[in-house]
């Protein structure tokens, strides 16, 4: 299991059980899948680029993943010098989609939306989401860039399984990583795909588009990109919405394992507290304890269907498989309610084919929306070099589902990636007096509410928002496209009405395959 913080999983394709209710996480994520900017051929890298090459927009669209859904943009290249500081060497191309507004008389500071990750491209992450911006749309443009080495701003893209750095020897990681540097390094220097420039290209586009100052979201990764852009650019920020967030100050990845930990002993523990659910599967902690020792003593072999095309795969299921479930089934609230339900399948009839089957659907999705050697660029430069031991040493003695294992992995792979540009401030404090809004979930198992609460120490003009029981990201939370419309507009917190958030609850536990209690 690859070890990014923030990813976003896309839409399913075919799932043994699935809540009739699901939509797209807003995050990674983690960080959505798959959605493409039509026109958008593949932009080779080119040798040299003239600086003073312009921003062109034409009429394009951008479509969902599964052709659900088509969004009208304007859309164009961005040319910039791979390493800012050799002008004249290697350029790549941003890929950009502006959604003009609605109005004819819109505002003149735009929203520019920021995807997680790291490794998910903006343009895929809007278009499964879109609805959620829908009240911002009506007087702002929205404006998408893929970030350096995501979507079509030359991805960086390695062909690894999302549990590779469980199942792998450190000689098979090793030689996967020099696979993968090898394969890119005909058209890119990994080492320049950072948060520090990332946040200079979003800067030269907004310049580019004229804005003399923009309002930002940002979705988990996306925080941090967004809180980065502010401390080097603060007259140009009027507003920050900060989703799932990442304080400044965190080297995340080395706590991972006991958030992932918390995040599911929080869902077990509300299904044991709801009558509908402890009258089906009683405390499913112990469906959880009983499946983790009998897949840790011997893995499953089963045929499972294929989530696309219903054919049997062979499967070896195991601890690997089961914390790929655990962990991605609990950045939503609505793959969160077939939890229990999946476990005492496993647990109590020693039914292990839906659990088999969310482990492929899961990983399927997120192998495809995150690009891993981008995500390797920023973790190795960003966050492996600040682990706290004390934080690895605290997950050995506690024993999370996730271990250790995904960390040593990591560390390993970042011994051979090479270690890009980082600014020294990128995890020093933030003051900022732009108004800000911060949301967090409960039950999110990458981006805890701790994370916010430490990052609003940063903005005396902030509001936190905290949704119980709820997952990573909450962007697509009923009312909340209100909320962040309201506080757009104003810029403030003021007076900004949240009460309808108070009434958002998880999707409801699935206590049979038919779904939740009546």
Request: charged share 15%; hydrophobic share 45%.
């Given at each position: 299991?690859?070890?990014?913080?923030?990813?976003?999983?896309?839409?399913?394709?075919?799932?043994?059980?699935?809540?009739?209710?699901?939509?797209?996480?807003?995050?990674?994520?983690?960080?959505?899948?798959?959605?493409?900017?039509?026109?958008?051929?593949?932009?080779?890298?080119?040798?040299?680029?003239?600086?003073?090459?312009?921003?062109?927009?034409?009429?394009?669209?951008?479509?969902?993943?599964?052709?659900?859904?088509?969004?009208?943009?304007?859309?164009?290249?961005?040319?910039?010098?791979?390493?800012?500081?050799?002008?004249?060497?290697?350029?790549?191309?941003?890929?950009?989609?502006?959604?003009?507004?609605?109005?004819?008389?819109?505002?003149?500071?735009?929203?520019?939306?920021?995807?997680?990750?790291?490794?998910?491209?903006?343009?895929?992450?809007?278009?499964?989401?879109?609805?959620?911006?829908?009240?911002?749309?009506?007087?702002?443009d929205i404006v998408l860039i893929d970030q350096r080495g995501t979507g079509d701003s030359n991805r960086l893209d390695c062909k690894v399984d999302e549990d590779f750095m469980s199942h792998s020897s450190a000689e098979e990681i090793d030689?996967?990583?020099?696979?993968?540097?090898?394969?890119?390094?005909?058209?890119?220097?990994?080492?320049?795909?950072?948060?520090?420039?990332?946040?200079?290209?979003?800067?030269?586009?907004?310049?580019?588009?004229?804005?003399?100052?923009?309002?930002?979201?940002?979705?988990?990764?996306?925080?941090?990109?967004?809180?980065?852009?502010?401390?080097?650019?603060?007259?140009?920020?009027?507003?920050?919405?900060?989703?799932?967030?990442?304080?400044?100050?965190?080297?995340?990845?080395?706590?991972?394992?006991?958030?992932?930990?918390?995040?599911?002993?929080?869902?077990?523990?509300?299904?044991?507290?709801?009558?509908?659910?402890?009258?089906?599967?009683?405390?499913?902690?112990?469906?959880?304890?009983?499946?983790?020792?009998?897949?840790?003593?011997?893995?499953?072999?089963?045929?499972?269907?294929?989530?696309?095309?219903?054919?049997?795969?062979?499967?070896?299921?195991?601890?690997?498989?089961?914390?790929?479930?655990?962990?991605?089934?609990?950045?939503?609230?609505?793959?969160?309610?077939?939890?229990?339900?999946?476990?005492?399948?496993?647990?109590?009839?020693?039914?292990?084919?839906?659990?088999?089957?969310?482990?492929?659907?899961?990983?399927?999705?997120?192998?495809?929306?995150?690009?891993?050697?981008?995500?390797?660029?920023?973790?190795?430069?960003e966050d492996v070099p600040f682990f706290d031991p004390r934080d690895i040493e605290r997950t050995r003695q506690a024993a999370p589902y996730l271990g250790t294992t995904q960390i040593e992995g990591l560390k390993a792979l970042c011994r051979?990636?090479?270690?890009?540009?980082?600014?020294?401030?990128?995890?020093?404090?933030?003051?900022?007096?732009?108004?800000?809004?911060?949301?967090?979930?409960?039950?999110?198992?990458?981006?805890?509410?701790?994370?916010?609460?430490a990052a609003a120490r940063a903005f005396p003009h902030s509001r936190s928002l905290l949704l119980e029981g709820l997952g990573h990201g909450q962007l697509t939370v009923p009312c909340m496209d209100r909320v962040m419309a309201q506080f757009?507009?104003?810029?403030?917190?003021?007076?900004?009405?949240?009460?309808?958030?108070?009434?958002?609850?998880?999707?409801?536990?699935?206590?049979?395959?038919?779904?939740?209690?009546?």
């Open positions: 299991m690859r070890v990014a913080y923030c990813r976003a999983a896309g839409p399913p394709d075919k799932l043994d059980v699935i809540p009739s209710s699901y939509k797209p996480l807003a995050a990674f994520s983690l960080t959505a899948v798959l959605a493409a900017v039509a026109p958008a051929p593949a932009m080779p890298v080119q040798a040299a680029v003239p600086a003073e090459a312009p921003l062109s927009l034409s009429t394009c669209q951008i479509e969902h993943p599964l052709q659900l859904a088509v969004v009208a943009a304007e859309c164009g290249v961005l040319w910039v010098a791979e390493n800012p500081r050799q002008p004249g060497a290697r350029h790549i191309p941003l890929r950009i989609a502006r959604v003009p507004a609605i109005s004819r008389a819109k505002r003149p500071d735009p929203l520019f939306v920021l995807a997680g990750g790291p490794g998910q491209a903006a343009g895929a992450f809007y278009v499964t989401v879109a609805g959620a911006f829908a009240r911002i749309l009506r007087e702002r030689a996967a990583t020099r696979a993968c540097l090898a394969s890119l390094a005909p058209r890119a220097d990994v080492a320049y795909y950072t948060t520090s420039l990332a946040v200079e290209d979003l800067e030269r586009v907004r310049a580019a588009l004229g804005y003399a100052r923009i309002n930002l979201y940002g979705s988990s990764y996306g925080t941090r990109v967004a809180q980065h852009y502010l401390r080097h650019y603060p007259q140009r920020v009027r507003s920050v919405i900060l989703d799932g967030v990442v304080p400044v100050e965190a080297a995340l990845g080395a706590s991972a394992a006991l958030d992932a930990q918390a995040a599911l002993d929080a869902v077990l523990a509300r299904c044991a507290g709801e009558r509908a659910c402890h009258g089906a599967f009683g405390d499913p902690a112990q469906d959880y304890h009983a499946v983790r020792a009998a897949l840790s003593a011997r893995a499953i072999r089963l045929n499972v269907p294929d989530p696309s095309s219903g054919v049997p795969a062979a499967l070896e299921f195991g601890p690997d498989e089961l914390a790929t479930v655990l962990r991605l089934g609990t950045y939503s609230s609505d793959y969160a309610a077939l939890l229990p339900l999946l476990l005492h399948e496993a647990g109590a009839r020693e039914n292990y084919t839906p659990l088999a089957a969310q482990f492929l659907m899961i990983e399927r999705a997120y192998g495809q929306s995150v690009a891993a050697g981008m995500h390797n660029s920023v973790v190795c430069a051979l990636w090479p270690r890009g540009p980082v600014d020294a401030d990128l995890h020093a404090p933030l003051e900022s007096e732009v108004p800000a809004l911060l949301l967090s979930g409960s039950a999110d198992p990458v981006t805890p509410p701790a994370g916010a609460r757009v507009a104003e810029a403030s917190v003021e007076q900004l009405d949240a009460s309808c958030t108070r009434n958002a609850r998880p999707l409801p536990f699935f206590i049979s395959r038919n779904g939740p209690a009546p």
